[in-house]
């Protein structure tokens, strides 16, 4: 038996965002220590998440047993032969009871493909359900309605993350990337130094001052205007002829919609809309169309709106019309957010969707996916409902009664969050697969525990559509088990017609058949290839080199043409008097719910409350003072936070971080309306009136 080196070094990538920047993981005496890695992605970067993820390796929060609800309202631990049975002989009870349906599934978009793949597989199958969505539908659904209608394809970016850095102009609308993806600033350089950077949003945000100095300009809308803004903008590349006219005719159609739908939108009326003065509209338009190098970008600021699939579509028209779409030099993109956002939006954790990124109610889909899992394909259910609804139904007539959640903590990340404990406390049966007993953990009558990203092989698929290994460089803690090893026992216990292999390996070539043929057709990878280090961008067909820059001859409609989708905006009445715009995002220390940053002691130290941002004047008028206890509330709920004054926002906007929970959860006080397209609910957008409290006594 040879004796194993005292530290090991593992190449692989960061467990949180879809930068997926590269890491190297040293395991010293079972504790891994986190370097760099030089990647096109991050350029050898990290930022304070990254730098600290393996914190939470070894964090004394971790659950390491299956722990069970017992009758006085407490968790007892137990063995997992009990907690499969249990779990196990529940969901058949209820299945039989009140229909296959009744079982909901709720996925995440920080899953690897094969976890991913595998749970949409293990609900239609397994469960006979068409009750499955995932957090991606809070993500990436606007901008992925938005480019499967136009292209006939969403890949967040059709090219490749580093062709940002030839770029003389970057329009980044509603993306806070110096926070979000701090890495990724070194691709905005080259705009920068172009004086080319424009950013839109209702904040002076830390991407917002990189437009300083003359390397490029803030516009700061009134929130959820940018809809009016894109059309406006889209207005003035038409009238002052700036439009490429020959690309329109040859690679799109639906451009006289537009031009006649953008009409109304002359700057004046614009300005009055938006806010944006009209030098700023005419030097921007002016500026997208000056040449080489242009990009148009969105986050989560313009998509997570009830119009944010019409605002996304505004974008990719304005794209279009300047012809930069499946051009060289050029482009329009969506900034992914999660970790496996891409990917976890391409194998079937989505109510209408099957592996290859295949629609559920597709007749050839449905047999090829159906024969690769070797079942009748009329056994396969039809679509399910998006994220909100199925939220929406548990505990009512006719919606789930049972809920598996797999990498969501929608407790404190899903609208409208008083409703959304209410449906849990409503469930027949909870079952969590998590590290933690996060939020929502707390309402489980099941809480499995998962290995965590350095202690499990796989594959991520990152913003730039790049398939990478996520390698495992630890052992996990002995009570711990796979997500892969867990539904195959659930599915054997429940007699389920297809095999279910937790060999990530085997998982993944099944996959990457399943997609064969497909949108998102993984067909050419497997782990060893990837293993070789190609820098895989899908579509990866049997036999090709990959795809690293897409739509280059044509975009993947029947007809070769990108669709241009005329839409309008809607006529918002103004806040009332009195009131404020509540705009809801991040900060650099946590990550979405904050489930796992807030049990890192120094990001924890960091930001260890919910702050909200408010003007001064705002504040002044409001007699709140820097530091103060304030309540922000409206007709759904109520959070208490602390007060932090910046001259960095406008004065009818708040900001309010939805990493926190309990009485601090933004969550409280977001609305559940959707996007009638996409699903997507409203999340930036919240109307609530602000005032200072007295605090109260703790009784710490
Ligand atoms: N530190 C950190 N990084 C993350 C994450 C995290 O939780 N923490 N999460 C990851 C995930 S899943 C995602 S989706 C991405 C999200 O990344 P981003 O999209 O960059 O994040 P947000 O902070 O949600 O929103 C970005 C900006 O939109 C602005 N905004 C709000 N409303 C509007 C509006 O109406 N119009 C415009 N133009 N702008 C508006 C906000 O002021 C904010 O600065 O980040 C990823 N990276
Ligand atoms: N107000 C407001 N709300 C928002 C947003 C906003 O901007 N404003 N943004 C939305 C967006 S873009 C997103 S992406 C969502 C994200 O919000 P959530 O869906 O809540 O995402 P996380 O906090 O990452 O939750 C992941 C949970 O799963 C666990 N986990 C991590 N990896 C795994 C795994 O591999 N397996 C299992 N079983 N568990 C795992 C973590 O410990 C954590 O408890 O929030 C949305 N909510
Ligand atoms: S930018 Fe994203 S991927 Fe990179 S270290 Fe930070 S959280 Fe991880
Ligand atoms: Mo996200």
Known sequence: MSIAPAETATASHCPYCALQCAMTLTDSAGAISVGARDFPTNRGGLCKKGWTSA?????????????????????????????????????????????????????????TNEKAYQLGKFTRVALGSSRIDYNGRFCMSSAAAAGNRAFGLDRGLPFRLEDLGAAETILLLGSNVAQTMPPFVAHLEGARAAGGLIVVDPRRSATARLTEDGAGMHVQPAPGTDLALLLGLTHLVIAERLADREYLAARTTGFEALRRSVGEWWPERTQEHTGVPVWQLREIARRLAAGRGTYILTGRGVEQHEDG???????????????????????????????????????????????????????????????????????????GVPAVELLSSMGRAGGIRCLLVHGSNVVVSAPNASRVREGLAAL??????????????????????????????????????????????????????????????????????????????????????????????????????????????????????????????????????????????????????????????????????????????????????????????????????????????????????????????????????????????????????????????????????VRAVQRELSNA
């Open 55 to 111: 914190e939470l390796l070894s964090s004394p929060d971790r659950i390491v047993e299956p722990m069970l609800r017992q009758p006085d309202g407490g968790f007892a631990a137990a063995s997992w032969e009990d907690a499969l049975d249990l779990v196990a002989d529940r969901l058949s009870a209820l299945r039989a009871e009140h229909g296959a349906d009744s079982v909901g599934v709720f996925g995440g978009g920080g899953l």
């Open 309 to 383: 699939t019409a605002t996304a579509t505004a974008a990719i028209n304005l794209s279009l019309a300047l012809g930069l779409v499946g051009t060289a030099h050029s482009g329009y993109g969506t900034l992914t957010g999660q970790g496996n956002g891409q990917g976890g939006r391409e194998h079937g954790q989505k109510c209408d969707q099957l592996p290859g990124y295949r629609k559920i109610t597709d007749g050839a889909a449905r047999e090829h996916v159906a024969a690769v899992w070797g079942v009748d394909p009329q056994s396969l259910p039809g679509p």
């Open 428 to 689: 027949d049966f909870l079952v969590v697969c998590d590290f933690f007993f996060s939020e929502t953990a707390q309402f489980a009558d099941v809480v499995l525990p998962v290995t965590q990203w350095a202690e499990e092989e796989g594959t991520m698929t990152s913003l730039e559509g790049r398939v990478i290994r996520r390698r495992r460089a630890i052992d996990p803690p002995p009570g711990v088990r796979s997500e892969l090893w867990i539904l195959r026992e659930l599915a054997r216990r429940l007699g389920s017609p297809s095999t279910f292999s937790d060999d990530p390996a085997v998982v993944f070539d099944e996959l990457c058949r399943a997609s064969e043929g497909g949108t998102a057709d993984y067909s050419g990878l497997s782990h060893e290839l990837l293993d070789s280090g190609v820098a895989a961008y899908w579509p990866y067909p049997t036999g090709s080199a990959g795809t690293p820059r897409l739509f280059l001859d044509r975009f993947a409609h029947a007809d070769g043409l990108a669709r241009i989708v005329a839409v309008r905006s809607r006529s918002s009445a103004p806040p009332e008097s009195g009131t404020l715009t509540l705009v809801t995002g991040r900060l650099l220390e946590h990550y979405q719910s904050g489930a796992q940053t807030r049990r890192v002691p120094e990001l924890a130290a960091a930001q260890p409350v919910a702050r909200v941002q408010l003007h001064p004047a705002t504040a002044d008028r409001l007699a709140i003072t820097d530091g103060a206890e304030v309540e922000l509330a409206n007709a759904r709920g109520s959070v208490r936070c602390v007060a932090e004054l910046t001259p960095d926002i406008r004065p009818d906007t708040v900001f309010l971080p939805f990493h926190f929970a309990g009485d601090e959860c933004a969550n409280l006080l977001t609305s559940d309306a959707t996007d009638p397209v996409s699903g997507m609910p409203e999340f930036k957008r919240t109307i609530v009136t």
